[in-house]
């Protein structure tokens, strides 16, 4: 059963009086949003009743999803993330109420301000609306990246994202290896690129909170603004160029491939507005090689997602299709992995 | 060829349920005898092409697998013929996946 149905507003309503210090609350609008496999998102509307005055107030409510699988941070590490970022200057959604307690909806879940504007990215690097202000979205994506980076360990806030890895990019290539290792796949493609990553890492960086699905697709885009980055379910310390050659990888371009920063806009003014905010520089090859770092974790990623159909654990045909999107995924890592003279 | 899956039945199955569940109940009249019908090729292709598969991929799994060990072994590094190879192969594919693929 839906959480709306199997949940009566007026516990929520309760709940939601006393997070906002509120006299009552009453609940206009409860509905599911579209996406999110692993996390709930429903869209609460509310007018929130102080000293006699109502006030709207549009929230949304994150929760697990009834199957969630235990591999993304908790809500409560999320709401703890959320606010460090939105008090680093990140647009993102303002987190508002956290709620451990399972007797109000059954499960943990938290409540955060609803932004304006749209995420899908087939829609933001295609419609020609944004066409005269690629220079200023790419540059405040820029600017907004900057500033999370700017967010150092050691964090006693977000302790439980653990220590920094000392080696980012070998700490993934083990990862990676030892999941197909379990998971019994043979995939010369891949595997040759994660030898090919394993040979020619750089230097680590120092370690910076970063978000881990950093692109198109998981901001929000209102007018010529960006209103808030989302899905803060995989941030953790790493790499700076982690996030940025994530974010312009070819795979996250939705098919315009020559707006080289996330589909869209330009590489430069992706950087400009990064350094703008404050950035540590950033080494062009430091970002080429996790740009093909990029494309073994989305294959990795395809690769379990297919695996998630095909166990009958949830049988779904965008799963399925996801799965086989590991061909092309595959030949742009070999692309770019190609060997040197002996 | 390296497998990729979910493979052409798998692919079949999964639609024909998708069809079948989140579709068709929702036509009616023509349009739901053509969704019907739809469902009845795409079981009876599903069947077909199970059918004409190889019994047996253990021998490219066993060739994939020593590539594989090969290539993490670091014997492989500058072997320019295997980096070829693969290509081709991811090639061909990406040719039955997204032939649109650039």
């Not at chain 1, 451990?100 to 749209?118: H, K, N």
């Not at chain 1, 394993?198 to 209102?222: K, Q, S, W």
């Not at chain 1, 020559?258 to 062009?284: L, V």
């Amino acid at each position: 059963m839906a959480l709306a149905e199997a949940n009566p507003p007026s516990a929520l309503a309760r709940w939601l009086a006393q997070a906002l210090g509120a006299d009552s609350v009453r609940i206009t609008g409860w509905q599911r949003m579209s996406g999110g496999a692993v996390q709930e998102n429903h869209a609460l509307d509310c007018v929130v009743i102080v000293a006699g005055r109502e006030q709207g107030h549009r929230f949304v409510l994150r929760t697990d999803a009834p199957s969630a699988v235990a591999v993304s941070r908790s809500r409560a590490e999320e709401f703890a993330i959320l606010r460090a970022v939105h008090a680093a200057g990140v647009p993102a959604p303002r987190a508002i109420a956290l709620c451990e307690d399972e007797a109000v909806l059954g499960r943990p879940f938290y409540i955060m301000e609803r932004l304006d504007g749209i995420a899908a990215g087939h829609i933001l690097v295609r419609d020609d609306k944004w066409q005269g202000d690629r220079v200023a979205l790419a540059g405040q994506l820029g600017e907004a990246l900057a500033r999370l980076h700017a967010i150092r360990p050691p964090r006693s806030d977000l302790a439980f994202l653990g220590a920094p890895p000392a080696d980012a990019a070998h700490a993934a290539i083990g990862k990676y290896r030892a999941w197909l290792d379990q998971a019994g796949l043979a995939r010369p493609a891949l595997e040759w690129g994660l030898r090919w990553l394993e040979r020619h890492a750089p230097a680590p960086g120092p370690a910076v909170l970063c978000h881990r699905d950093y692109r198109t697709g998981n901001y929000l885009v209102a007018g010529d603004k960006v209103t808030g980055i989302l899905d803060w379910e995989f941030a953790g310390w790493s790499d700076r160029h982690e996030d940025v050659g994530w974010f312009c990888a070819k795979c996250w371009r939705f098919g315009q491939n020559g707006r080289e920063a996330g589909g869209i806009g330009a590489r430069k003014d992706f950087y400009r507005g990064y350094a703008a905010a404050g950035g540590a520089s950033i080494d062009p090859a430091a970002v080429a090689y996790w740009e093909s770092m990029a494309h073994a974790r989305w294959a990795v990623i395809a690769l379990q997602q297919g695996e998630r159909h095909l166990s009958g654990a949830e049988p779904s045909l965008n799963l399925a299709l996801t799965g086989r999107m590991v061909a092309e995924i595959e030949l742009e890592l070999l692309r770019r992995t190609a060997p040197e003279a002996a | 060829m390296t497998p990729d899956r979910p493979d052409a039945a798998e692919l079949l199955a999964i639609a024909r349920t998708t069809l079948m569940t989140e579709i068709v109940p929702a036509l009616s009249g023509e349009q739901r005898l053509a969704g019907l019908m739809i469902a009845n090729a795409l079981g009876l292709a599903g069947r077909e092409v199970a059918a004409r598969m190889p019994p047996d991929e253990s021998a490219v799994a066993a060739e994939d697998r020593a590539v594989v060990n090969s290539i993490r072994a670091g014997v492989l590094d500058h072997a320019i013929d295997i980096h070829d190879r693969l290509l081709r192969d991811a090639e061909a594919r990406v040719a039955i996946a997204n032939p649109k693929y650039r």
